[in-house]
């Protein structure tokens, strides 16, 4: 796990939407989409449930998200 990984995934998780996200951390989306699929694979959780373009942090996100802001 990476610092990198931990600041995409919070900026990801408050606004639920990664293209807003990419936009505020001024990198491309698919960085973004692979460093949190690189940290999912990583946790063997799923951190966000994906329907369609919208985002929603799951429990084990909630909790990740939690530890993340204390980081």
Do not use: W
Not at 8 to 18: D, K, L, M, N, P
């Amino acid at each position: 796990m990476e610092i990198k990984q931990l600041r995409y995934f919070v900026e990801v998780a408050r606004r639920e939407h990664i293209s807003e996200a990419a936009l505020e951390l001024n990198i491309a989306q698919s960085a973004i989409s692979r460093q949190i699929n690189l940290l999912e694979k990583e946790l063997q959780v799923p951190l966000f449930d994906r329907q369609g373009r919208n985002i929603y942090l799951t429990s084990h996100g909630k909790a990740l998200l939690t530890q993340a802001t204390h980081i």
